[in-house]
């Protein structure tokens, strides 16, 4: 793969009124036509997405919305997607014309602030009106970071995207200039990984899937090292290897069989648990365990998925997990399946939510969506804290990760007192 997937991009949100200019701002920082730009105000209507390199920041997307004052027939659905964008952006653009500042300029500083996203406000058309002082002092009093511009200025394009850089750096999310390390606690240097990967239907043709290629690279960046074995050549590098591995990761589907066949003092666990232990959700998923022991037949169960393959005859997230969730609560369950960015308004009905394990959004974007599980009141798990929970090796596989072991048994115990 030689650029980088969405979900290690940062993620830029432009937002504003109608007929602003987000689209040809866009246009301008990237010297191309991608987003299309009218005088008719609703030109935009879906989320446009462009992805690249704006270094020295690094590997971005930029997302271009509807704006926020569309009246047309279609706007709620349209400002349903702006919301989730909400959700997405690590970085707030708020593009404004000059000497017009009203509530949808504050509700967009109001949807930054309340996610804690830092925002830069570009002050656009310059060209064609002029910013009053008071005007000028108003953005001042909302931030430092502010550009004032206008995208028919081509002398000046490069001291503005030079600008825009500067603020970008400037406010960025540490955890994008610094990502914490997969593998760092798991796998001293010197040691060694053994990764067991399934080349099954689900495996993307000649390539393996995103955890795994993070989990391989993570393991070279700590100075360790990674072999990497289908699940039935598992127990020959164990016998092959003169000492044993430090960790053992394998794909959740195959979880059962990595425990049985992995000796009790070698520590092991899944893909799933490293990365929701990576995104900050694990000690959420697994304390909310409990809710599948509660679970009754035709109870409400929402299962998420990040991705929108399309699903196999076979599909763990349609076919396997509801059918596992059955045998184990004894009856058929009343389970909607959401993918891609989709998923309901409102989770409250639900008994339960499970995640995919995310590989394809961002921290972020999981983290709204563990949000807005909690403030709904439903308990929120992932498809591999589940399926290791149903397999009955859930303790094993949580043990390299204390917090989130403890988290799991003291919701056991709220359980069966
Ligand atoms: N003169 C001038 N015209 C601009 C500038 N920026 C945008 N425009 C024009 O303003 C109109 C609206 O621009 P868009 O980029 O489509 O605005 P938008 O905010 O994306 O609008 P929606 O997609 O409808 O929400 C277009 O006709 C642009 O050519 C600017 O800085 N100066
Ligand atoms: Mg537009």
Redo the contacts with the bound molecule.
Sequence with gaps: MKSAPKSVRLQIGLF?????????????VLGQDM???????????DIVEKAMEFLPVGPVVFL????VD?VSVLSTKRMEKTKKIFDRADIVLL?AEPNLWGEYEEDILLQAKKRNAPFIIIV?????ISPEHKFINLIKKQTERFIF?????TANREELIKSLKEHIVAICPRDFIKPASIMKDIVPPGGVAVLIVPIDMEAPKGRIILPQVQAIRSALDNDSSAFIVKENGYKNVLNKLKADPDIVICDSQVVKKMVQDTPVNVKCTTFSILFAQNKGNLEMATASCGAIKNLRPKDKVLILEACSHHPIEDDIGRKKIPAWLSEYVGGDLDIDVYAGRDYPEDFSGYKLVIHCGGCMITKRETFFRYEKAKNAGVPITNYGVCISFLAGVLNRVLAPFPSALAAYMSDQCRVIS
């Design positions: 504003g009124r109608t007929n602003v200019g987000k689209s040809s701002f866009l246009n301008y987003s299309i730009t009218s005088s008719v105000p609703g030109t935009t209507t271009d919305t509807a704006g569309d593009i656009n058309k310059i060209d064609l511009c206008s995208c028919v200025d």
